[in-house]
């Protein structure tokens, strides 16, 4: 079956725009995941869903990161006023429900000039 | 403060030779330990899930164990396309949310 699809692939935006990332996970898959990985480094996180709720938003480095999923299926990460230090990987993942294996999708290279 | 220790950072080895990568951890009573996969340019791939110390799994070549403070992935006899950075994560009793190592690169010469 398709796995976690992310969009777009690669971003190069410049510093002080905003961005939106978005995740489609797999079809049946409650809970949902977005890391950050930077180079040499494994992944970080940043926020999990449980359905349509934010269950814990702890990893937000700031109030310029947002991410929603308002019908418990596709989310958008948010980031706006970037800096040249959000540059990294961003990674989405589901799983069947909270606690079960996270699958993981190929990932947006966001780069920030 | 939950901690993930990954070593070697890297290990090269010619087609054949088995060994051993090491995943040290520390949480507050732990759900479960994860191992994955990872090639350049590509998302995470799960391996396995452990969950209490002495258990094992296996997936052809690779092997995980379980203890208390750590665990290890043995790979036997690997192959070139075994090549890959693999990464060890561990989730807290309660929460949902993995805390990743950073990994061990791993080169299988032919």
């Known amino acids: 079956g398709a796995g976690v699809s992310q969009t777009p692939s690669n971003k190069v935006t410049e510093k002080g725009k905003y961005v939106e990332l978005r995740c489609d996970p797999i079809?049946?898959?409650?809970?949902l995941y977005w890391y950050r990985q930077s180079l040499g480094q494994g992944p970080e996180f940043l926020i999990y869903?449980?359905?349509?709720?934010?269950?814990?938003d702890s990893g937000l480095p700031n109030d310029r990161f947002f991410a929603v999923r308002p019908e418990g299926s596709v989310s958008t990460l948010k980031i706006q006023r970037t800096e040249r230090g959000d540059s990294a990987v961003y990674l989405c993942?589901?799983?069947?429900?909270?606690?079960?294996?996270?699958?993981f999708g190929p990932g947006t290279r966001l780069t920030v000039t | 403060e939950d901690q993930v220790t990954q070593s070697p950072e890297a290990l090269r080895l010619q087609e054949g030779e088995s060994s051993s990568l090491n995943c040290s951890y520390t949480?507050?009573?732990?759900?479960?330990l994860f191992w994955y996969r990872q090639d350049p340019g590509k998302g995470p791939e799960f391996l396995f899930t452990?969950?209490?110390a002495g258990e094992e799994k296996e997936k052809e070549r690779l092997k995980a164990t379980l203890t208390k403070k750590e665990s290890f992935l043995h790979i036997t006899a690997p192959k070139p396309e075994d090549s890959a950075t693999y990464l060890c994560?561990?989730?807290?009793?309660?929460?949902?949310?993995?805390?990743f190592g950073k990994g061990t690169m791993l080169l299988v010469s032919p």
């Open positions: 993942a589901s799983s069947l429900a909270g606690g079960d294996e996270q699958y």
């Open positions: 079809s049946g898959h409650t809970a």
């Open positions: 869903f449980q359905g349509t709720g934010a269950a814990d």
């Open positions: 949480v507050s009573g732990l759900r479960g």
């Open positions: 452990l969950y209490s």
């Open positions: 994560a561990v989730q807290a009793a309660g929460y949902s949310t993995l805390t």
